[in-house]
């Protein structure tokens, strides 16, 4: 979007963030880190039988798939909260 905006296409061989710098934007990971961080302070804020909160520290029976273990959401929310502070 800020490629058309800036009319500069993947010819002219400008980084994205050379054009991000110049419209000042951040990047798009950092955007949804703060999404992230703000959603789980909404989280936190609720009350203690709710939907939400009971659903961040829900523990899943049964065996888990071959492979990686997925990244837990709280897990997540904590690491994101140490690198911004």
Request: proline share 4%.
């Amino acid at each position: 979007m800020l490629r058309w905006t800036a009319g500069v296409t993947r010819m002219d061989r400008i980084r994205n963030e050379a054009i991000r710098q110049k419209f000042g934007a951040a990047p798009i990971a950092e955007k949804m880190r703060e999404a992230s961080l703000r959603w789980y302070g909404h989280v936190l804020r609720g009350e203690e039988d709710s939907v939400r909160k009971i659903g961040l520290n829900f523990e899943v029976v049964g065996k888990r798939p071959r492979g990686r273990p997925k990244q837990a959401a709280l897990v997540r929310y904590v690491t994101y909260w140490l690198e911004s502070t």
